[in-house]
């Protein structure tokens, strides 16, 4: 379980990302954006495949399983750029981000899962932390004039979450599935981009390479890593460690030039850290308890 929890974690680190090769894309619109990158995700799928790198395709898929996977993949990302369209960047992104506290939450209801007040106390830590990089401009003013933009936030993670623990009922599922996940979430996204968007393609080398980076991990890859590790690893870790996404990707930024290091995010790195290793306490400890039987063996 160790290693799935590890594995999904790196999902985490790849959407730390997601900021970076955005802004280098250039203009490409949001939409247009992520049917290119889904595209490239679900290109990476299939040359998986050909190298025999994913399992064959054999058992029949449950509907459900279909529902669940193209519509956490595209529905996340509709909601999203909605939340955006509709309501200021530093609220939209903190509702969305609470994403990670309904999967602590919602593990509770799981087979097979318990809740514990350290999975509920890191996943708080890790939003508090959150607070600090998310409302680093002063301060949250939510105004209900932007009501309808901070309902799509709150579907956003509404949805992932739905998403993340749902996909844990199909552990019979292969990963690889999600390949079908991604070209159907790159289809949906370039029929609203048709509908709602201005066709701009990427300049330069530079914002071309920064397109084929979004899809091959932050909007890709990433996707088979938290597939393979909420359906088999610890799910309450995964919830909570995955705060860690705003506070490495401000960390990206600012190693690029595209943010300052202050005070925020000292303690937001504190404040996740600490969260993340709290919420994890028992799957250390076990880690710890093995490696003494082990030494003693």
């Given at each position: 379980?160790?290693?799935?929890?590890?594995?999904?974690?790196s999902a985490v680190v790849m959407w730390a990302l997601l900021a970076l090769f955005?802004?280098?894309?250039?203009?490409?619109?949001?939409?247009?954006?992520?049917?290119?990158?889904?595209?490239?995700?679900?290109?990476?799928?299939?040359?998986?495949?050909?190298?025999?790198?994913?399992?064959?395709?054999?058992?029949?898929?449950?509907?459900?399983?279909?529902?669940?996977?193209?519509?956490?993949?595209?529905?996340?990302?509709?909601?999203?750029?909605?939340?955006?369209?509709?309501?200021?960047?530093?609220?939209?992104?903190?509702?969305?981000?609470?994403?990670?506290?309904?999967i602590v939450l919602g593990s509770a209801l799981m087979p097979g899962e318990r809740?514990?007040?350290?999975?509920?106390v890191g996943a708080l830590m890790g939003l508090a932390g959150t607070v600090l990089?998310?409302?680093?401009?002063?301060?949250?003013?939510?105004?209900?004039?932007?009501?309808?933009?901070?309902?799509?936030?709150?579907?956003?993670?509404?949805?992932?979450?739905?998403?993340?623990?749902?996909?844990?009922?199909?552990?019979?599922?292969?990963?690889?599935?999600?390949?079908?996940?991604?070209?159907?979430?790159?289809?949906?996204?370039?029929?609203?981009?048709?509908?709602?968007?201005?066709?701009?393609?990427?300049?330069?080398?530079?914002?071309?390479?920064?397109?084929?980076?979004?899809?091959?991990?932050?909007?890709?890859?990433?996707?088979?890593?938290?597939?393979?590790?909420?359906?088999?690893?610890?799910?309450?870790?995964?919830?909570?460690?995955?705060?860690?996404?705003?506070?490495?990707?401000?960390?990206?930024?600012?190693?690029?030039?595209?943010?300052?290091?202050?005070?925020?995010?000292?303690?937001?790195?504190?404040?996740?850290?600490?969260?993340?290793?709290?919420?994890?306490?028992?799957?250390?400890?076990?880690?710890?308890?093995?490696?003494?039987?082990?030494?003693?063996?």
């Amino acid at each position: 379980m160790g290693r799935a929890t590890l594995i999904g974690f790196s999902a985490v680190v790849m959407w730390a990302l997601l900021a970076l090769f955005t802004d280098a894309s250039g203009r490409v619109p949001p939409f247009q954006l992520a049917a290119m990158a889904f595209a490239i995700g679900a290109a990476l799928g299939f040359v998986a495949r050909g190298a025999g790198l994913s399992p064959a395709q054999r058992a029949p898929i449950p509907p459900l399983a279909w529902v669940v996977g193209i519509g956490g993949l595209f529905g996340y990302h509709f909601f999203y750029f909605t939340a955006l369209r509709n309501a200021p960047a530093v609220e939209a992104s903190l509702i969305a981000y609470l994403w990670p506290l309904l999967i602590v939450l919602g593990s509770a209801l799981m087979p097979g899962e318990r809740l514990g007040w350290h999975h509920v106390v890191g996943a708080l830590m890790g939003l508090a932390g959150t607070v600090l990089i998310v409302a680093k401009g002063g301060g949250l003013g939510f105004d209900a004039r932007y009501g309808f933009g901070y309902a799509m936030a709150a579907l956003c993670a509404l949805t992932w979450s739905s998403y993340s623990l749902l996909s844990r009922r199909f552990p019979a599922v292969p990963t690889s599935v999600v390949t079908w996940f991604c070209l159907a979430a790159a289809g949906l996204s370039l029929v609203c981009h048709l509908a709602l968007e201005r066709t701009v393609w990427p300049e330069g080398v530079g914002q071309w390479l920064a397109v084929a980076g979004l899809g091959l991990m932050p909007v890709g890859g990433a996707f088979y890593a938290w597939d393979h590790g909420v359906k088999r690893g610890n799910i309450q870790v995964l919830g909570a460690a995955s705060y860690a996404a705003p506070l490495l990707s401000t960390l990206v930024l600012i190693t690029f030039g595209f943010a300052e290091p202050t005070w925020r995010i000292v303690a937001a790195c504190l404040l996740i850290t600490a969260g993340a290793a709290l919420a994890a306490k028992n799957l250390l400890s076990r880690r710890a308890d093995d490696a003494a039987f082990g030494g003693d063996a």
